[in-house]
């Protein structure tokens, strides 16, 4: 932590350019690492990656009961869901000392999904819903005030605006 009166915000560390991505890959988001870099200080996280998953690894998705579906392995059908919660708690417990002022979020994630759900599938593959990503509901539920959004709606610089306004809101 630099200055108290720069905003703390947790970010996808995919989204920093980090190789920590299913694929491997990185999701660089220089529409917000560009413009909003400048002005807060991240804290960066990958559920996925920091609950012990492998990179790569298995693509997931969401399975069952849209209120609380489970987080399968599409290859092995493995059910990851307990090893991210056990994660979550623990990482749940680290961001309430980290000043955080707001929380950017990895869109169509499993994991991270938060502003736009993301589908829900039965055992077949048929969708059956949306909900949340399982490390986003329980930031939404650890801290319910908290300004979140996703990188797919931050390309929009009206959106981009109003985020950094909340965001300087929640610090105040």
Known sequence: MNDPKTPCVGISRCLLGQNVRY??????????????????EWVPVCPEAECGLSIPREPMRLEGDVHSPRLMGTETRTDYLQRMLDWTENALLKLQKERL?????????????????????????RAVGKSLGIFARAVGHAFPDLPMEDEFRLKSAPIREEFVKKVRRFLA
């Open 101 to 125: 002022c707001g929380f950017i979020l990895k869109s169509k994630s499993p994991s991270c999904a938060a502003m736009e759900k993301i589908r829900v599938f039965d055992p077949a593959g």
């Open 23 to 40: 694929d491997g890959r990185h999701a660089l988001a220089p529409w917000i690492t560009q413009n909003l870099g400048p002005v807060f």
